[in-house]
T-cell receptor, first 117, second 111 residues
């Protein structure tokens, strides 16, 4: 398995522009997570999906952030309009609830390093 | 109180030393626990799961104390390659999966 695949790996954009981050989870995994990591705040959960349905989006910082999962193999995180304070590494992760009643660990993609100037 | 707390370090130890990290969590109903390792500019990767009875994987030993709501990681005979940030992770989902990460403890193993 190729693991969780994220694109792009790096993104530099100007303030006010729309940014779309993409994620392909591990095949067969029914949970997908979007995290943001900064030096100041560490790793923060933004939103997670179960079977393509958003379960908890309480971590999404503002209405400028939105996430979708149109099918089991693809998810997007969109920021519109972007601001310099959105600069961070955004990770996508997936996991499976089937391995045991308690579920398995989360597997992470390599992340997208976003810089908004 | 944060949901998952760790001493951020850094821990600077010589090669061969034994080092221990602790982590506390707030939700007593949490179901599963993990230690992840994150290298600089890389994604977090699972180091080991933490089981109620405690578990060992080579030089690494993890312990769980549900009554006190803390988790520990012990690294024996530390190597230069152990230098990384160690993240305590608690699955706080009651009916699903909700992985909450601690802030991480940074370890530097010195020659």
């Amino acid at each position: 398995d190729a693991g969780v695949i994220q694109s792009p790996r790096h993104e530099v954009t100007e303030m006010g522009q729309e940014v779309t981050l993409r994620c392909k989870p591990i095949s067969g995994h029914d949970y997908l997570f979007w995290y943001r990591q900064t030096m100041m705040r560490g790793l923060e959960l933004l939103i997670y999906f179960n079977n393509n349905v958003p379960i908890d989006d309480s971590g999404m910082p503002e209405d400028r952030f939105s996430a979708k999962m149109p099918n089991a193999s693809f998810s997007t995180l969109k920021i519109q309009p972007s601001e310099p304070r959105d600069s961070a590494v955004y990770f996508c992760a997936s996991s499976s609830s089937e391995a045991s009643g308690l579920g398995t660990e989360a597997f992470f993609g390599q992340g997208t390093r976003l810089t908004v100037v | 109180r944060k949901e998952v707390e760790q001493d951020p370090g850094p821990f600077n130890v010589p090669e061969g030393a034994t080092v221990a990290f602790n982590c506390t969590y707030s939700n007593s109903a949490s179901q599963s626990f993990f230690w992840y390792r994150q290298d600089c500019r890389k994604e977090p990767k699972l180091l080991m799961s933490v089981y109620s009875s405690g578990n060992e994987d080579g030089r690494f030993t993890a312990q769980l104390n549900r009554a006190s709501q803390y988790i520990s990681l012990l690294i024996r005979d530390s190597k230069l390659s152990d230098s990384a940030t160690y993240l305590c992770v608690v699955n706080m989902g009651n009916y699903g999966q909700n992985f909450v990460f601690g802030p991480g403890t940074r370890l530097s193993v010195l020659p």
